[in-house]
């Protein structure tokens, strides 16, 4: 009898937390697609990411912007610091320690290394090694959690985005639960200095690049399941419309090679769960508060996919065995190879891109 007092207590005091505990997070409803099916079609499941190997050091901690540059990679790691090394991991150098979280990491043509921070805003690293803040808002609106940059081939404007003005670095779950429209895709002058907005109310703006001709620049929608475009220049300059819609993952950043293709990592599959309670705001406040003690529903699994101009998918490389590189964040063409980047990993990885494009 007693015992099932205590265990009638328990039930009672799990269902008080679920439904009482405080939280920020005010969920929206919406509807998302049908996830696309993992087992068959484009997005069928493979191991083709199993043949990824270890590339510079061994010992770092979430390696997740990436660039390579003269046989070095550059990446910005979980502490702050912005990190220079070579392949093998045996030459490194710490370049600057922004003091925040670097996401994302361009080069302007005139030398200065442009970062993404998720905590301090866009930031430039000079020669010297001077950090210099660009810009910390827009409209008046503080950058809540500053992601990725991308700078077009003139060095006028950097790209940015602001995954979210309400959440801080840290709480992605939270904004993506709470589906509120509050990231921003923002532009950068760096001869004026002044920033604008660009698109507003996207769901987690999270990785940015430009296209063809710098014609126009993607931004992922995390928390939408897409990637959203904004043209530049042509016929449709200032408008903007969907690359790509109801991708099987959470994309997270994504990289164009150049010429024909771009580059887009998912965090992870999406999670049926969230899918299915997504118009229900009562019962997704109830999953927040039960992720203050649960792990957060995320499967490990490696997924990268490869995008024509078109927005079509032309590369589709899964790993969900033991011990896979996972989550990837940031994947780069680069040469022969395609590298990755992580958020939460200890090293970078990279596959040959022959095996990529099997």
């Known amino acids: 009898m007693r015992l099932r007092h205590w265990l009638l207590l328990l039930l009672i005091v799990i269902a008080a937390f679920l439904l009482l505990m405080p939280t920020k997070v005010e969920p929206v409803a919406w509807t998302p697609s049908p996830a696309p099916s993992l087992s068959e079609g484009v997005y069928t499941e493979n191991q083709r990411l199993k043949g990824t190997t270890q590339v510079g050091p061994g010992d770092i901690e979430g390696p997740e912007a990436l660039l390579l540059e ?28 922004t003091g925040g979280r670097p996401l994302g990491l361009a080069r302007h043509p005139n030398g200065l290394l442009v970062i993404a921070d998720g905590v301090k805003g866009l930031l430039s690293l000079d020669a010297q090694g001077r950090l210099i803040a660009l810009a910390t808002e827009a409209n008046g609106t503080p950058f809540g959690f500053t992601d990725d940059v991308a700078i077009d081939k003139s060095g006028h404007y950097a790209y940015f985005s602001d995954a979210t003005s309400r959440w801080g670095y840290g709480h992605d779950g939270e904004a993506i639960i709470e589906h509120g429209g509050d990231g921003r895709l923002l532009r950068y002058d760096f001869q004026t200095g002044k920033t604008s907005v660009l698109l507003d109310k996207l769901e987690f703006a999270n990785g940015v690049t430009l296209g063809p001709d710098d014609a126009y620049v993607l931004v992922n929608e995390t928390g939408a399941y897409r990637i959203s475009r ?75 996919l490869g995008l024509d101009l078109d927005g079509k998918v032309v590369a589709n490389l899964q790993d969900s065995s033991e011990g896979n590189y996972s989550p990837i964040t940031t994947v780069r063409e680069y040469g022969d190879w395609l590298y990755f980047g992580s958020l939460k990993a200890t090293h970078m990885a990279r596959l040959p891109l022959a095996e990529a494009l099997k």
């Open 230 to 304: 904004y043209w530049l220049s042509g016929p449709k300059a200032g408008t903007h419309d969907l690359f790509i819609d109801n991708l099987p993952g959470l994309p997270d950043n994504l990289a164009f090679n150049g010429h024909d293709r771009f580059w887009v990592a998912l965090y992870t599959p999406r999670n049926s769960l969230l899918d299915r309670t997504a118009g229900h705001p009562f019962i997704r406040k109830m999953i927040v508060r039960a992720m203050m003690v649960l792990p957060k529903p995320v499967e490990k699994r490696g997924f990268v």
């Open 70 to 97: 003269n046989e070095f990679l550059l990446t910005g790691l979980h502490d702050g610091r912005l990190l220079r090394t070579s392949l093998d991991g045996k030459e490194r150098k710490v370049l600057a320690d």
